[in-house]
């Protein structure tokens, strides 16, 4: 072996780990999955090569080891125990005032933190490195998982080095998950080989670190989540927020939606904001888990037989409930995809009523067996669409009815037409009218041009009273057009028409997204507005001008190519700009702002705005290059505040995040 090579070796080592950490604990990989995979190859080649230049903390570690026969067990040195569920504020303070009670003390300081709906395990480390890893198992022993840890991404091999010494001996707890983005490609990969899929991603994480073969695991696409410690040496911590900043020093994935050192009052305050984010979130969460912040205190407090004194979960209501199938109908999609959707006995999940739910496709509902008048089981858990889970066929009574897709467009009546290599049945007219609805809808949506007062029902009645027939004749209302339409007054139709002004001048990146192409999002849209001055550009661009932009996709390419080469769609286009429509490209323009005051930070937006929609203020942050993220953390750089900011102004002070308001915001803008 050479020195060269002993060298490229170490090298790749080395930049892989600082990659994988930039990208899974810091959220800003600077370079792409295919670079990554090259590089991990190459180091592949080498240590098949040479097994001496295998090292325990080599990211080659991550690919998966030989099955095990079975899996041994080992104990815990301190035991991981279960938490007491509180269901109501009132269970909450009833925890706290026990607490309060027995230290004799006026006052207390918490933590609290999302409750990741996952599988609890202990990753031990001796002098910095990985060398056994523990499922939570009975709370004493667990089962040993070492390998199929190892192939985590997210867990670090090796410590960082810090400020501070590297422990001698640290035990680190954390929580293993699937996000649902990554669930989501998982089953529909299991289902095109042939595979059942998965129920949720907490059952899809547990099977996937149970594998004895952790090859097997290394394909699944688990992530961690930290949140505490066992047994430490060589380290010490003087409260939970102390502790978790210091974790996420050494290179481990901390939740951002904690939230640190606040009394009972703003605990509660976080719950209500964890409840309220939930469905927005890329992971299950079930509760939020509230625990004593100094560590001194949590030790003088205790535990009992099963659970911590000073630790304790406040679960969310339940989102899985069951009710009755009383119809399935067909809704037909921008894109003339006909859903099934079924509708449901109303019922209450997580504080919602839910009278439908989807049920995809026409596969999905034979998989499940699902009929008309069956009892089914209802969730809305990562949803903002409710969905069936199953249908309790053992209590059918024999009157249930079947399920069979339609020959025909239930709208318009056309031909029906299933692709071969898709589940969806779609409508082969492009003139349908529930499709125009539909795109129109999403035209004038907050992520597309954003027009204020243009609601659905609103949508339908512009349409079916041919006032909007094209794009381009919203922006040719009047006051006379709107005054026939039901519950338009005067005052609501000049807000409107104000509204649809203000539209007219709409950045590219806003107006391709309106467009609804298919497989065509805000990200895909965005990387269009930063390889491309404008909409000319983009009409005259070819396929391989479009596909070769880095983190363009093969079918979003396709897509974008197939829409623009049609000569109907460049004339809606067209229509549009002769209404008045402006389409700018802030993005392309300020490319060459890097010493803006906002390039490169991280900044979250937060109560009313008034001097802009939060949709405006966040176009105008990337267009600096800024990242806009929906929580604040220790890596938030900035937060605008606007009139009634709550938790997240309080936890931006706590974390000593710059905080403006939205005037100061406007001045920044302004000043460059």
Not at 69 to 97: C, R, V, Y
Not at 461 to 485: H, P, R, T, W
Request: hydrophobic share 40%.
């Amino acid at each position: 072996m050479t020195e060269n090579v002993k060298l490229e070796a170490r090298r790749l080592q080395k930049e892989l780990t600082d990659h994988s950490y930039r990208y899974h604990v810091l959220d800003d990989p600077v370079i792409d999955d295919a670079a990554y995979d090259l590089m991990l190859r190459r180091l592949v080649e080498i240590e098949d090569q040479y097994p001496e230049m295998s090292t325990p903390d080599s990211p080659t570690r991550r690919v998966g080891a030989p099955p095990l026969k079975e899996f041994k067990t080992a104990p815990h040195t301190i035991p991981m125990l279960s938490l007491d569920n509180g269901f109501s504020h009132e269970d909450i303070l009833a925890f706290h005032q026990r607490n309060i009670k027995s230290l004799g003390v006026k006052e207390l300081f918490y933590t609290a933190e999302p409750k990741l709906d996952g599988v609890a395990v202990e990753l031990t480390y001796e002098n910095g490195l990985l060398v056994q890893a523990t499922t939570r198992g009975d709370g004493t022993t667990g089962e040993v998982v070492t390998d199929n840890i190892r192939t985590i991404d997210a867990v670090p091999l090796k410590l960082r080095q810090t400020s501070f010494p590297i422990p001698e001996f640290l035990e680190v707890r954390g929580e293993v998950i699937i996000t649902h983005p990554d669930f989501k490609v998982l089953n529909q990969n299991r289902l095109k080989h042939g595979e059942a899929p998965f129920a949720n991603p907490r059952n899809a994480a547990a099977g996937s670190l149970r594998q004895l073969d952790s090859r097997i695991t290394a394909a699944r696409p688990l992530t961690i989540f930290v949140y505490g410690v066992g047994s430490v040496r060589g380290i010490s911590f003087s409260s939970q927020a102390r502790m978790l900043d210091i974790l996420g020093q050494l290179g481990f994935p901390v939740n951002p939606n904690i939230s640190t050192t606040i009394k009972i009052k703003p605990v509660l305050e976080h719950y209500r904001y964890l409840e309220q984010i939930r469905l927005d979130l890329d992971y299950e969460i079930d509760g939020m888990v509230i625990k004593v912040d100094e560590l001194a205190i949590q030790q003088a407090l205790g535990e009992k037989i099963k659970s911590p004194r000073w630790a304790i979960a406040y679960k969310f209501p339940p989102m899985e409930k069951t009710t009755y199938i009383n119809d399935i109908i067909i809704q037909v999609g921008r894109t003339g995809t006909l859903t099934p959707v079924a509708l449901l006995e109303p019922v209450n999940i997580g504080g919602v009523t839910v009278s439908r739910a989807t049920l995809h496709n026409s596969d999905e509902i034979q998989r499940k067996d699902i009929r008309v008048g069956d009892k089914a089981l209802v969730t809305r858990a990562g949803d903002v669409i409710p969905k069936v889970i199953k249908v309790f066929a053992q209590e059918r009574k024999g009157d249930e009815i079947p399920f069979a897709m339609p020959e025909a467009c239930p709208v318009c009546n056309s031909a029906v037409r299933r692709s071969p290599e898709e589940a969806a049945v779609k409508c082969m007219n492009a003139g349908c009218p529930a499709q125009f609805k539909e795109r129109v809808r999403h035209f004038v949506s907050k992520k597309g041009l954003d027009i204020d007062g243009l609601g659905k029902k609103l949508v339908e009645q512009l349409i079916d009273q041919n006032l909007v027939n094209a794009f381009s004749d919203l922006f040719c209302l009047d006051m006379e057009k709107l005054s026939g339409l039901d519950r338009m007054g005067e005052k609501s139709a000049s807000n409107l028409l104000a509204a649809v002004e203000a539209a007219k001048k709409v950045s590219l990146a806003r107006f391709i997204f309106a467009l609804g192409i298919d497989h065509t999002g805000e990200n895909a849209a965005r990387l269009l507005a930063q390889n491309f001055s404008g909409i000319k550009d983009i009409l005259d661009a070819n396929h391989s001008a479009i596909e070769s932009i880095h983190g363009m996709g093969e079918k979003t390419a396709a897509a974008l190519t197939r829409f623009f080469s049609v000569r109907e769609n460049r004339e809606v286009i067209r229509d549009m700009e002769g209404a008045g429509v402006d389409i700018s490209n802030p993005i392309f323009q300020e490319q060459g702002l890097e010493d803006h005051i906002f390039s490169n930070k991280t900044v979250v937006l937060t109560g009313t705005l008034t001097l802009y929609k939060r949709s405006q203020a966040k176009e105008k942050l990337l267009a600096l290059g800024a990242k806009v993220t929906g929580s604040v953390s220790a890596k938030t750089d900035y937060l605008i505040a606007g009139e009634n900011a709550g938790s997240k102004l309080k936890k931006a002070k706590v974390l000593g995040v710059k905080v403006m308001d939205e005037l100061q915001f406007k001045q920044l803008l302004e000043k460059n």
